[in-house]
């Protein structure tokens, strides 16, 4: 038996019957796109989230642009966001024509380290060649960043902040959303992600009226409520009502999920701890919906040969950080250099996790990793 990563099909077949019936009931009505499932998903959504409203689109980079251009964020701008992390939060940013400025992480938890923000944004605003605008913090592996502390920075600075929660969707801090805090939230319903569908697919949640009718029009090419008119170049990038109609099913289990997940972690970390460089941390406050499960081991490359070798998956997130990549090389990045960026993409990695992990299989992927560690002679 091959050990899956992600488990999509145990999370398929306790849901097969409402799948069928609810893509049946697509098929029957006919409207792809814009259908009465993608409305009833968001105000699911932001049911979920207990503030804002949801905005369906494409996928999880879309409503990060969708996010920005509708700041009015662009060229000449500079947005500050982590480097640890995947490439499409610093996509969204260049693709609009504005200028990523890439910022550490917290050495613990992998997510914005606010003094490397305040150092890289009063340097931009000393070179004077670029605006600051805005921050996005990522809810990396499923947690939520430090948001009480990020915001007092947005504040200080009068940034927008936007939460990337492509991988942290259900995530709290202090039990409320990160929408508490940011100015716009971002999800993607990417497959892998915690929260999928069965194609592409994303979200933008805001709290402002506003800044949604913008988002909605910015989402379907800029459409004005005049009949024909188009008043912005916008994008198409709508969610489709067959992905909605899948999503409404998966979120009515979701909270289920995040609990079974939140367990196996726990069992993870009982297991793992004072074997490894470093278990994951929370920060106080946060539950995580461990969208990755990471350890940090001392030889990462070849403990994830060694440990494939015995029949366990494993993936390195990320080994090569945004601002070592080729296409993002030459943005600028924050004063300090990154030092737990660079240290982190040397020794993390991410052991399967989904909310489906049955304790004997968990057994299973623990003892292979620690019979490795042990020959190893990990030295900790
Ligand atoms: C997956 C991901 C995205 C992009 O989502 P897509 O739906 O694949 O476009 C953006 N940010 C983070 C942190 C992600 O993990």
């Known amino acids: 038996m091959q050990i899956p990563f992600i488990d999509l099909p145990a999370q398929q077949e306790r849901i097969r019957e409402k799948l069928n019936s609810r893509i049946a009931q697509v098929l029957a009505h006919g409207r792809y796109i814009l259908g009465p499932e993608v409305g009833e998903l968001e105000n699911q959504l932001a049911q979920f989230e207990g503030i804002g409203v949801a905005i369906g689109c494409a996928n999880g980079t879309d409503a990060i642009i969708l996010a920005l251009k509708a700041m009015n964020i662009g060229p000449g701008d500079a947005v500050f966001c982590p480097s640890f992390t995947y ?4 996509e969204a940013i260049a693709i609009i024509g504005a200028t990523p400025i890439f910022v550490d992480v917290d ?9 490397s923000l305040e150092l890289a944004i009063e340097q931009v605003a000393a ?3 670029l605006t600051p605008r805005a921050i996005i913090a990522v809810d990396l592996f499923g947690q939520p960043a430090n948001y009480p502390v990020l915001s007092e920075t947005a504040q200080k600075y009068e ?5 990337d929660c492509a991988q942290g969707f259900g995530c709290r801090f202090d039990g409320k959303s990160p929408l508490h805090w940011a100015d716009a939230m971002t999800t993607s319903f990417f497959p892998a992600k915690p929260l999928g569908c069965y194609g592409d697919g994303g979200a933008v949640m805001v709290r402002d009226e506003e800044l949604e009718a913008r988002i909605r029009s910015l989402a379907f090419h800029g459409r004005s409520t005049v009949p024909n008119d188009h ?4 994008l198409n990038s709508r969610l489709d009502t067959l992905q909605a109609a899948i999503l409404l099913e998966k979120l009515a289990i979701f909270e289920d999920e995040i609990a ?3 367990r196996a972690a726990d069992y993870y970390n009982r297991h793992f701890d004072g074997h490894v460089l470093s278990t994951p941390g929370l920060i106080d406050g946060a539950r995580s919906t461990w969208a990755q499960y990471c350890l940090e081991v001392p030889d990462r490359d070849s403990f994830m040969d060694a440990v494939k070798a015995e029949g366990v998956p494993l ?3 990320y080994p090569l950080p945004t601002h070592a990549q080729t296409a993002y090389k030459f943005f600028p990045i924050s004063p300090d250099h990154l030092p737990n960026t660079v240290a982190a993409s040397k020794t993390i990695v991410a052991l399967p996790m989904h909310g489906y992990l049955q304790p004997d299989v968990q057994d299973k992927i623990i003892t292979a990793c620690l019979k490795v560690l042990s020959k190893q002679g990990a030295g900790l």
């Open 87 to 90: 490439a499409a939060t610093a």
């Open 107 to 115: 050495r613990a938890f992998y997510t914005l380290c606010a003094n």
């Open 127 to 129: 070179q004077k060649t």
């Open 159 to 163: 940034l927008k902040l936007i939460s």
């Open 231 to 234: 008043m912005s170049i916008g």
């Open 260 to 262: 079974a997940r939140g």
């Open 315 to 317: 993936a390195a997130y």
